[in-house]
């Protein structure tokens, strides 16, 4: 019969068991920058993952929980663990964690919209971001205009730029009236 392994056991190789969940606490890892500023993870008894990437199991409802801490290499991706809490840990490694997700899920937060409207058989937007000012057209179709959350929106221009609007509801009434006439679904 097939042992399967608990989620703290490691391979016989060493590394983690790739078919099991495991949790990482500041107990059994470190989180530092190593060769190139490249995010690298030390789990104690065990070895140093570099070229490590930051990944949200749930974006949307849990933004510094349950992260995943992925290793590449040499086009395999190994999941080190999940980070349950980033409060858990030092601000130091929290705070490398969060420049990381901030790197893979780099998206423009739209604060207000202040044309929108269709042009050459694209919807035109010209919006006020957390970024600065942006202008931008955005094919018309369903799968670019996705749910975020309750009634939030994500919406991918034709560059596959990422544009969020977390709760439509918090917009002024015109400018969610003017949204919701265009992207009503």
């Given at each position: 019969m097939h042992k399967t392994a608990e989620p703290?056991?490691?391979t016989p190789a060493g590394g983690p068991n790739p078919t099991a969940m495991r949790f990482l606490t500041p107990d059994i890892c470190k989180i530092h920058l190593g060769t190139h500023d490249a995010l690298h993870v030390t789990v104690v008894?065990?070895?140093?993952?570099g070229g490590v990437y930051a990944a949200h199991v749930f974006p949307v409802s849990h933004t510094d929980r349950y992260i995943s801490l992925i290793h590449t290499s040499k086009g395999d991706e190994l999941e080190i663990g999940i980070i349950r809490d980033l409060a858990?840990?030092?601000?130091?490694d929290a705070a490398l964690v969060r420049q990381a997700l901030a790197r893979r899920y780099f998206i423009h937060t739209i604060t207000a919209i202040h044309q929108i409207g269709f042009k050459y058989g694209f919807v035109a937007m010209e919006v006020e971001t957390?970024?600065?000012p942006a202008s931008?057209?955005?094919?018309?179709?369903?799968e670019r205009a996705v749910?975020?959350?309750?009634?939030?929106?994500?919406?991918?221009?034709v560059d596959d730029n990422r544009y969020l609007i977390p709760?439509?509801?918090?917009l002024p009434d015109r400018q969610r009236s003017d949204f919701r006439r265009i992207f009503y679904w």
């Open positions: 703290s056991e490691p008894g065990e070895r140093i993952y858990e840990f030092p601000e130091e957390d970024k600065g931008f057209m955005v094919p018309w179709r369903q749910d975020y959350g309750r009634s939030g929106k994500v919406l991918l221009d709760d439509l509801e918090k």
